[in-house]
């Protein structure tokens, strides 16, 4: 067994890691310095370089005020930003390296309110007691790279466990966002939290009320979008807050009647997830339908895709359960959850419809459907059909190894015809085959209700025959508008 790395040795191993940007580091240091101010790295970019890990921002704390911030940057920044001067925060850009400098701070929240009280400090020490973890709360001086950690951040990242520089009471108690951040740092460093961190979120998971939607968002992303995200969803459904931000999640942990035997499926929701992740970047996927990977969209999916589950539960006579038209109650429910957290309206457009499409393929049975259908299914996904190929096949978690085998042949063929009715015919751009002027003239008719319910009537019959003519086309627009009331009153 090869023996544990010394401090200096993993301190010496960071600070190569940080070689890409130790010269503009050292150069901004210098330039504080000279100005008579300290200047640290701090936070994230310290503990990433530890991991082995870039981050794409530097984060530095000094004992400059933000105006002195901006004075020091004067002549040297190419570009500098003021949006967060409130909380000390100046942004700048230098080479195409982006920083965020911070004047010390100690600060603290209203226990009834959602935004921080800020207070400057004036040394380091007290700044990275303030901070959220101890792996956070690690500082490389600048210029002179000397590591400061008084909370022993280092030995807790090496232990793979998280902890807090202040008692994790005092620290959720300034910020209950915290509480989230620990289930996505569990998510994205594959960290555990220590008892008395698990304790305190579980006794203070009400305060997370308190935090603006958007800010719990935020953290729920990137949890999302990290490399585990099921064990940092565990954590905040056994710790309860789930139950306060995303409360359909432990809504699913239905329980599992001796008489009537089914899924767990809060687990089962979990595995989904899990294996949709598994199929982000398929090495042999081409084409239009590849998902690059990690794909929040997909990811929310796959969790939320069973949310109307609870709400349709029915138990059947001879022991079976059922839950009719969960995938409309649920694509109802997973719309309302993400606007209270305030997602955007393309995601959330792209999650429902997901969750709405996602029992579709059941009803391909053996490859019974026709031509047509497979049309449908390809234009009712729209550009979401390579999302939902994953989706759909992530939703088949059964350990009978012939059932599974059976379903993915089966959607192997499904795909395999949607390839052959691509190259007959761009179904990602299907149209009628007349377009509306050519309807209005064949018609004799004005833009207007009719029109458009002529030009659905040849989208369907696009979608039922495929292409079949101009001419054709004409005789089944003319045979539909015979069956019309307004064509007994055209002149």
Known sequence: MSPTPSEAELLARAVRHLTPVLPVLTELGERFRDAGHELALVGGPVRDAFLGRTSLDLDLTTSASPDQIEATLAGWAEQTWDIGREFGTIGARH???TFEITTYRADAYDPDSRKPVVAFGD???????????????MALRL?????????DGLDALAAGVLTTPHTAEVSFSDDPLRMMRAARFVSQLGVRVDPDVRGAMTDMAERLSIVSAERVRDELSRLLLGANPRAGLELMVDTGLADVMLPELPALQLEIDEHHRHKDVYQHSLTVLEQ???????????????VVGPDLVLRLAALLHDIGKPA??????????????HEI??????RTRLRALRYDKDTIKAVTRLVELHLRFHGYGGGEWTDSAVRRYVTDAGPLLGRLHKLTRSDSTTRNQRKAARLSRTYDDLEA???????????SAVRPELNGNEIAEVLGIAPGPV????????LAVRLDQGPIGREAVEVELRAWWAQQPESKEAP
Do not use: C
């Open 329 to 334: 109650v649920g694509a109802k429910l997973a």
């Open 276 to 290: 949709a992740i598994a199929l982000e970047d398929e090495p042999d996927a081409e084409g239009p339908d590849v």
């Open 451 to 458: 029109l458009g319910r002529a030009y659905k009537h040849l």
């Open 312 to 325: 349709t539960r029915r138990f059947e006579k001879g022991g079976g359960v059922s839950f009719h038209h």
């Open 95 to 97: 080479r195409g390296q």
């Open 123 to 137: 040394n380091l020490d007290d700044d990275l007691v303030r901070r959220d973890f101890t792996v956070n709360a």
């Open 417 to 427: 015809r949607i390839t052959r009715l691509r190259a007959e015919e761009e179904l």
């Open 143 to 151: 210029p002179d790279l000397l590591f400061t950690d008084p909370h």
